[in-house]
């Protein structure tokens, strides 16, 4: 039994390859670095006065806003599931989320379009 935390990750299967699950980090750093931008992104928005309609603006900083704390929630969510998963040797999971996660970055991108015309 391992002493690493959390349990349910470590405690599965057989110590992997470092490499994978470096790759597995190095995914997760890359979500939680596009997450902060986001979050960056709603505060910076929310500061600025763009010609067009305010309330579209706050609407749009609010949506980045909570785009990057749900996408910090499922970046570690996706770690976890992927270590687990290659701790037992198991296909990767699928992540979903990156589609969600586009269509939303795509509505804001059109929110604020139409809003600044």
Do not use: C, K
């Amino acid at each position: 039994m391992s002493r690493r935390r959390p349990a349910w990750i470590y405690d599965q299967g057989e110590e992997p390859d470092y490499r994978f699950s470096f790759a597995n980090e190095r995914t997760f750093l890359a979500w939680i670095r596009t997450a902060l931008a986001l979050v960056a992104a709603g505060v910076a928005l929310d500061v600025v006065d763009l010609p067009g309609s305010s309330h579209a603006q706050e609407v749009a900083a609010i949506a980045l806003i909570l785009l990057g704390m749900i996408g910090a929630t499922f970046a570690w969510a996706r770690w976890a599931l992927a270590e687990r998963a290659i701790r037992r040797a198991e296909p990767l999971p699928s992540f979903g989320f990156g589609a969600f996660f586009a269509v939303v970055v795509v509505l804001v991108a059109l929110v604020l379009l139409l809003a600044v015309r």
